[in-house]
């Protein structure tokens, strides 16, 4: 891949996205050149979305490793979350394509990279376990508030 097509490709995505805040619902209904189609599209999404997320988890182990009481599951958990944060259109628009089978494989990567991240699984365990244990961590992120939430609701009452 030579500049001028990293660049192009960076340009179209930074369109879907923008498009994404605007209209969520037709964001991938054109795909813009140089991408042939949803299918590389979707994947180039999700490639954008693992290269953010798996930043912050490195960043975060790093700073967890070197900490006298570093806890390996609120450095993911914090990094998964400022990742979204970061990048709300890119999340919703991966999550409301998520059912799309481009997007499996690559969901089930991810499952895996949060559970050996976290400590909650170990690498000789079966693929299929670790993934089902990234899963259950990941559901368990996205259904707990965060403090920010947490003083929304309260405030609510």
């Known amino acids: 891949m030579s500049w001028n097509d990293f660049h192009q490709?960076?340009?179209?995505?930074?369109?879907?996205?923008?498009?994404?805040r605007q209209?969520?619902?037709?964001a991938l209904d054109?795909?813009?050149?140089p991408f042939t189609d949803t299918t590389e599209l979707l994947r180039a999404l999700q490639y954008k979305w693992?290269?953010?997320?798996?930043?912050r988890i490195d960043?975060?182990?790093a700073e967890t490793d070197d900490a006298a009481d570093g806890d390996r599951?609120?450095?993911v958990t914090?990094?998964?979350?400022?990742?979204?944060?970061?990048?709300?259109?890119?999340?919703?628009?991966?999550d409301r394509h998520q059912a799309n089978p481009?997007?499996?494989h690559d969901a089930a990567r991810e499952h895996r990279m949060l559970a050996l991240a976290t400590g909650l699984a170990e690498p000789a365990e079966p693929d299929a376990e670790i993934a089902r244990v990234g899963k259950a961590f990941l559901q368990l992120i996205r259904a707990t508030p965060t403090e920010s939430r947490k003083s929304c609701l309260l405030s609510l009452r």
């Open 59 to 61: 960043v975060a182990l």
């Open 9 to 20: 490709r960076q340009s179209a995505i930074a369109t879907v996205l923008g498009n994404a």
């Open 73 to 75: 599951i609120q450095a």
């Open 50 to 55: 693992t290269q953010q997320l798996t930043g």
């Open 102 to 104: 481009v997007l499996r």
């Open 30 to 33: 054109l795909v813009p050149a």
């Open 23 to 26: 209209n969520p619902d037709q």
């Open 78 to 94: 914090e990094a998964w979350r400022r990742t979204a944060e970061a990048n709300p259109a890119l999340r919703d628009l991966l």
